[in-house]
């Protein structure tokens, strides 16, 4: 595991740079629309009971997130509420080599390590498999074999998850399911790869994307602030949660814009969480 958590940290480093070039560009967002903002100011509480959710009723529902930095309560909140665990042999796959033995898996989640961003991840995953057992979804680890031991293209990944996944929708061990992954795989950020999702369709794999936004929650780790708290300027901060359909924000920049390709376009949903 403590491979998997050095290759994020080395990620997040990154990105943390491409971050202060984001806050240089101008361009809408969510939280700066005035069009969405006044769509916002109307909407009722109680937005998640009152949401059509049987519009995800496909075989896999993919929630985007952005790894420990993304609520385990709010994906939960989504989870009990969609379809797919209405039916028989639900799943829940996660992106961590399908080559680590599940039982393996459970037990290092219940470890707390000394490094404290490595701790985050830890509580994060078992707070998500814990609530995902607590609906009845079997846990599937579905990445590529060789994630932990060596770095893999996000396009392979991406092809080896999709193909994992429909292996086990064929014998029948999963009728319907659940992803979490990376934002980054459902919206890519550059040319070299494509979205998750084109991987699932070419397998003939019905699927719909939810995406999480934070308005006014900073993360944990400051240095990924502007990843989720996007009201920087807190003229506008919604009083209760907010799904806005694809037709909405389509074009508008995935948060934080570190790319013009990667746009709110590759989620059918995304939800601003105040």
Same mark, same amino acid.
């Given at each position: 595991m403590s491979n998997f958590y050095s290759m994020y940290s080395i990620f997040f480093k990154l990105i943390f740079f491409l971050f202060f070039w984001a806050l240089s560009v101008s361009a809408k967002d969510i939280c700066s629309d005035q069009q969405l903002k006044n769509e916002t100011v109307k909407t009722t509480s109680n937005a998640f009971n009152k949401f059509d959710w049987s519009v995800l009723d496909r075989q896999l529902v993919i929630i985007g997130d952005n790894h420990a930095y993304t609520s385990p309560d709010d994906i939960f909140a989504i989870e009990q509420r969609l379809p797919q665990i209405q039916r028989g042999n639900a799943c829940l796959f996660l992106e961590f080599p399908i080559s680590l033995d599940i039982e393996t898996f459970k037990q290092k989640l219940n470890?707390?390590?000394?490094?404290?961003?490595?701790?985050? /991840? +830890?509580? /994060? /995953?078992?707070? +998500? %498999?814990? @609530? =995902?057992?607590?609906? !009845?979804?079997? +846990? &599937?680890? %579905?990445? &590529?074999?060789? &994630?932990?031991? @060596?770095?893999q293209p996000i396009s392979l990944r991406n092809t080896t998850m999709a193909t994992n996944i429909k292996n086990l929708f064929d %014998?029948?061990?999963?009728?319907? #399911?659940?992803?979490? %992954? !990376?934002? =980054? &795989?459902? =919206?890519? *950020? *550059?040319?070299?790869? #494509?979205? +998750?999702?084109?991987s699932l369709t070419n397998l003939k794999l019905t699927n719909a994307a939810i995406n999480f936004v934070y308005a006014n929650k900073p993360p944990p780790n400051p240095i990924l602030e502007k990843w989720n708290f996007i009201c920087t300027d807190k003229s506008f901060i919604p009083s209760s949660p907010v799904i806005f359909p694809i037709d909405r924000i389509k074009d508008l920049p995935l948060w934080p814009k570190y790319s013009q390709k990667a746009t709110y376009e590759y989620f059918d949903y995304t939800i601003l969480i105040p």
């Open positions: 470890i707390d390590p000394e490094d404290s961003e490595q701790r985050a /991840y +830890i509580r /994060y /995953y078992r707070q +998500i %498999v814990n @609530q =995902a057992e607590s609906l !009845g979804l079997q +846990i &599937h680890l %579905v990445d &590529h074999p060789d &994630h932990f031991k @060596q770095q %014998v029948s061990t999963c009728s319907s #399911g659940i992803q979490i %992954v !990376g934002e =980054a &795989h459902i =919206a890519p *950020d *550059d040319e070299t790869f #494509g979205s +998750i999702r084109d």
